[in-house]
């Protein structure tokens, strides 16, 4: 058994200090407050459960501080996305992933989303093993140190009644059986779990988003809903359905469902995504790195969706950004304040994220649960004097300020590195490949 002693530590309960975790088998047995710190291992700062990443495309992470130049739009900066899909390889994709999975951990993130849609080599041609991107990715995140949800993702289409482009081969199996058969031959285990994905309902038609829904029918659901206001309109032009609608009409909005984005929602759409229990995967740094603009969490929220937070291009890696974004985003929309409490938006980061993900049983410092915990500094420049309280970690820290990361009882960052890599020299390295 492994014990750590935590000097404030975020519980079920509330906040509380001298915490005493006793952790075997990467399960949390015994929680103690009130405790002086013995000989167990010495978490200083707020101890948080793990952040839960829920929606991820690792190579993106390319793309930083190259898209943010000139002027455009979400289909403008598509095409620079487009140029690094077309060269990743296994290999490169390994490498890059396993240093961007090492970023997660260094912020806090003990548990990844990885919308996995780059499935082939050029022009669609299958490597021997069908699944070796994949593979890759579940390989890079084991080797990183976090658990991984593998949301393969079916991409059949070009848009709506469009032919695939040269790059999108790479994603398609062609049809909804070709994805079918490959992703049956993927297998997890108890830090991967295998999802499903549709990528959006411009790029899976219609009559294929049934199958795609009751692949796995107890495993996490995911799809991109409504980031743009010109896919509602062409789907609209198409179906004369919103995307919510027709994937309603698919059997696809379920509380094993995840609709990542949902900017552009009509007050029909809400309801259908609350009606269902459908989480909602904000994204906001993404969101407004791409003008996508601001979507309707609080009305979400009101109609029975819960949120969850995701990373997505990777313009930032920082979970405690995101979670306020949601808030801040919300009072620049609605010119009001306290729309979004710090323990609703934590809830989001953590149990509901994980939730998501398909790990109910991780995203809270109790026992049974994964002994996931996270320490945040609180004598920086941004949290010195914020009181240590829930609110110090959602509004004034950053992932800068994460000391020590412990992922299923083993320590992966120490005094803010990590344990096994040097994530700064891969990232170079690894981004210097494939750009």
Known sequence: MTSYWCARAVLPTGVADGVLIGVSEGRVISVETGVVPGDAVRLDGLVLPGLANCHSHAFHRALRGRTQTGRGTFWTWREQMYAVASVLTPDTYYRLARAVY?????????????????HHAPGGRRYDDPNAMGAALIAAAKDAGLRITLLDTCYVAGGFDQPLNEVQQRFSDGDVTGWVRRV???????????????????????????P????????????????????????????????????????FLSARTSAVHAT??????????????TYSCFCPTTERDLADGIGPSVALRDAGSPLTLGSDSHAVIDLFEEARAVELDERLASQERGNWSASEL????????HQSLGFADAGRIEIGARADLVAVRLDSVR??????????????????????????????????????????????ASIAEVT
């Open 383 to 428: 949290t010195a004097g914020t009181g240590g309280s829930v609110e110090t970690a959602v509004f004034a820290a950053s992932a800068a300020d994460v000391t020590d990361v412990v992922v299923s009882g083993r320590q992966v960052v120490v005094e803010g590195k990590h344990a096994g890599m040097d994530v700064a020299a891969e990232l170079a």
């Open 264 to 277: 552009h929602l009509t007050p029909v759409d809400v309801g259908l995504l609350g009606s269902s229990a």
């Open 184 to 210: 049956q031959e993927l297998r997890g285990d108890d830090d991967v779990v295998i999802g499903a994905a549709a990528h959006s309902v411009r790029g899976v038609p219609k009559d294929q988003l049934g």
């Open 102 to 118: 090492g970023e997660m951990v260094l912020a806090g993130i003990t548990a990844v989303g990885e919308f996995h849609y780059l």
């Open 212 to 251: 795609v829904a009751s692949l796995l029918p107890e495993a996490p659901l995911h799809v991109h809903l409504s980031e743009q206001v010109a896919e509602n309109e062409a789907c609209l032009a198409t179906y004369g359905r919103t995307p919510a609608q027709v994937l309603d009409e698919a059997g």
């Open 346 to 353: 934590l809830t989001a980061a953590t149990s509901a994220g």
